[in-house]
């Protein structure tokens, strides 16, 4: 029982720990500070995460990095709507 709760508290926080930079970029419209190499790397260990859970029948592994790697998907998103603005020229 002890583990389970452990295991879920573990799970709940990786599942929404990108919650706060995506309420960030939202709200600021940038994401020039966000790393799409980190994001990226991430999105495939979540990934990988998944396959093992997948092979291990493990819903509380699925779940979590499938809820996870969406939010990761969300971020990626917006680094490619917001990351990219022109830098404005001085004159």
Do not use: E
């Not at 779940?63 to 990626?76: K, P, R, S, W």
């Amino acid at each position: 029982m002890l583990w389970t709760i452990i295991g879920l508290t573990a799970a709940m926080l990786t599942m929404f720990s990108f919650i706060p930079q995506i309420i960030k970029v939202v709200t600021t419209k940038s994401a020039k500070d966000v790393s799409l190499i980190t994001l990226l790397q991430l999105s495939l260990g979540v990934s990988l995460w998944i396959i093992y859970g997948i092979h291990l029948k493990d819903f509380i592994i699925i779940i979590a990095n499938g809820i996870t790697l969406v939010t990761l998907v969300i971020l990626i998103s917006l680094h490619f709507i917001y990351g990219r603005k022109p830098q404005p020229t001085l004159i």
